[in-house]
């Protein structure tokens, strides 16, 4: 416990570091809390002043004269309304900073999600990192704006109504604070109950979110397999552990509130009777201000301010749960923020260039020819062209430390070459273009690019020298225009819409409502899974990579319109280095090398009549069947 309690209090150290650059709002805030605290404390010790020096008086008066009493009221409702109007500015301030605050924590995670390996994506649900932007930062935005203020106002308050009572009578404000300890032990044992659960409540509202999110993503397959009611079985088992969690959490959090309202109206009336009581005996009291006896206004300021005492505290344990909470949301994000940013130890880096006098220079404007530019410890630049020459030497690899996936590959691409990977689902195709793309690092051996080796590329610009086209398309919220141009910003509208044409998608674009203006929106649901894939090759076509990587590219279209397709393909393939994975072996006839893999490793290379000549396995997947499964 008192471990989990020292985490909190770090994330709240870290949590409260945002207020920085609102320092002087905040400050701001602080004197308008001061403000408000001392207008209470002020209003409670000037009732003692308005029964003893003036209500008393006049009711000995034959004719009483309630001008001074009337002048005292207006003094007091000016403390009230200084008070009010305070809470009411620093509230306001506190909104707009806690809004602040949340749009920086997001733009950070954000920054910071952009910048994590693959891995991570591959072994976190989408649903619990959405969770991460809309639950957690929630509780936050309820704790900058709420509780964070409202600790503070009632700490000050505290402070300020205890020196308070102690001008008024020492005493009772013993009795008050001998109170105070049981009420203490109350609120500790049911806020520790309530925080623990809390805790749990956020991951499991993670663990939930996830759920929903892959089912939304795979109704189709739910409701093809008739598969509704076991994910409604599924979803109850999760929503009812949540159900739990969160009703443990919400009663006792609920619950502390009534309590403590009725200690304050218990300590009230037990404050009544000993100060009656020691006023009646004559007991001498003593005060901050002196010593003398318990008058009746004294003993109503008192009672004011004892309710001035308890409510602070009461509020602190209502807002404690909302703390708790906040800091399980805070841990999780930064959790998110902690994870380790994808490593780049790369220096050399991918430019624009062109030949002048024979000699290969750098160049700001776009050419067609890419160079490798390669700094030097002695401070020289060196510039090598990029060809597309791929090689990877023994190379072994595994998702997981202790399961390999990947054997001893070694292979050899020549520039313009086309190289296709062909294999039963999970032989090792896809995760070798992984590999070329710096997804995932090796375990052994050594890949390289034009002779360089790729751990020595800027991760950005080996990417940026790789198209590739995936078998699961990923469209963007708008126009089809602004998705063609994605890889290239600079591409203009008639470069997209060449790429189209080469795509063979120019046709199905222009039948759209707009057109090439027509906005898509989840990831394309409007447009059939052949026709996203268009789209995504035409994307690919726009950036113009050196090297492309076919990632079953072409296994959502049609025969007839893979072959129009196809022949586009092979107008933009011509001078690249191209990789391709295929089921269909149909697609991969013309390449200038296949290689065979089965369990990780590379069985059989060659052109497809090598392999065919071979009678090996490349020949029994090509007569007995053209796709694999």
């Known amino acids: 416990m008192n471990k989990k309690q020292q985490l909190d209090m770090q994330t709240l150290k870290r949590l409260l570091s945002y207020l920085k650059q609102y320092k002087g709002r905040f400050l701001f805030v602080l004197i308008c809390i001061l403000m408000s605290a001392g207008a209470s404390v002020l209003a409670s010790l000037f009732l003692e002043t308005l029964i003893d020096d003036y209500i008393t008086p006049l009711l000995v008066q034959a004719v009483p004269d309630f001008s001074g009493l009337l002048r005292v009221i207006i003094m007091m409702a000016g403390i009230y309304l200084i008070g009010v109007l305070a809470t009411l500015f620093y509230n306001r301030m506190m909104a707009v900073i806690s809004q602040g605050i949340l749009k920086d924590i997001r733009d950070q995670m954000f920054s910071h999600m952009q910048t994590l390996p693959i891995k991570y994506f591959d072994t976190h649900s989408h649903g619990d990192v959405m969770s991460h932007y ?28 205890f020196f308070a009572m102690l001008s008024i009578s020492i005493w009772m404000t013993l009795f008050v604070l001998v109170f105070v300890v049981i009420i203490l032990q109350v609120v500790k044992k049911v806020a520790g109950n309530s925080g623990k659960y809390f805790v749990r409540q956020q991951e499991s509202i993670g663990d939930v979110n996830g759920y929903i999110e892959e089912m939304i993503n795979g109704q189709k397959v739910v409701k093809v397999f008739c598969h509704e009611d076991k994910a409604k079985e599924m979803f109850d088992e999760k929503n009812e552990k949540l159900f739990g969690e969160a009703s443990q959490a919400n009663t006792y959090a609920n619950i502390l509130m009534p309590i403590m309202n009725n200690l304050g109206y218990i300590l009230y009336v037990l404050i009544a009777i000993v100060g009656g009581a020691l006023g009646i005996w004559g007991v001498t009291n003593v005060s901050l201000t002196g010593v003398g006896v318990i008058t009746l206004g004294m003993i109503a300021s008192f009672l004011q301010l004892s309710r001035s005492f308890i409510q602070p505290l009461g509020q602190v344990s209502q807002q404690l749960s909302a703390i708790i909470m906040a800091l399980a949301g805070a841990r999780r994000i930064f959790q998110l923020i902690d994870e380790e940013s994808e490593a780049d130890n790369g220096y050399v880096t991918l430019v624009n260039a062109k030949y002048e006098n024979g000699v290969l220079t750098e160049t700001p404007e776009r050419t067609g020819l890419w160079a490798w530019k390669h700094p030097h410890e002695d401070g020289t630049l060196t510039y090598a062209e990029l060809k597309g020459k791929v090689r990877m030497f023994d190379v072994d690899f595994g998702y997981e430390e202790n399961k390999v996936v990947l054997h001893n590959i070694t292979l050899y691409a020549e520039p313009g070459q086309k190289v296709a990977f062909v294999g039963a689902t999970g032989a090792g195709k896809t995760t070798i273009t992984n590999l070329i793309n710096r997804f995932y690092d090796i375990a052994d051996g050594k890949i390289r690019y034009d002779g360089i080796n790729i751990n020595k590329i800027r991760k950005s610009d080996l990417r940026r020298s790789l198209g590739i086209v995936l078998q699961d398309v990923n469209l963007f919220t708008g126009t089809v225009m602004e998705n063609l141009r994605y890889g290239k910003l600079d591409a203009t509208d008639e470069d997209c819409i060449a790429a189209a044409k080469r795509a063979n998608a120019d046709g199905f674009i222009r039948m759209l409502p707009d057109g090439y203006d027509t906005v898509l ?24 990579p050196p090297v492309m990587i076919l990632d079953e590219a072409t296994s959502s279209i049609d025969t007839r319109t893979e072959a129009i397709v196809q022949r586009g393909m092979d107008a933009l393939m011509k001078g690249r280095t191209v990789f391709v994975i295929a089921h269909r072996l149909s697609t991969v006839q013309n390449s200038d090398v296949i290689m065979v893999l089965e369990l990780g490793e590379i069985i059989e290379r060659g052109s497809h009549q090598e392999l065919i000549q071979k009678h090996g396995k490349y020949y029994q997947l090509y007569t007995g069947a053209f796709e694999l499964a």
Do not use: E
């Not at 809309?134 to 109504?161: E, G, H, K, W, Y």
């Not at 989840?522 to 113009?544: E, N, P, W």
């Open 521 to 544: 929106s989840g990831d394309g649901s409007g447009l059939s899974q052949g026709q996203r894939q268009l789209i995504s090759i035409a994307r690919a076509a726009v950036a113009d």
């Open 134 to 161: 809309t639950n957690d930062t929630d509780t936050l935005r309820q704790m900058m704006s709420q509780s964070v203020p409202q600790l503070f106002s009632s700490v000050i308050t505290i402070v300020a109504v």
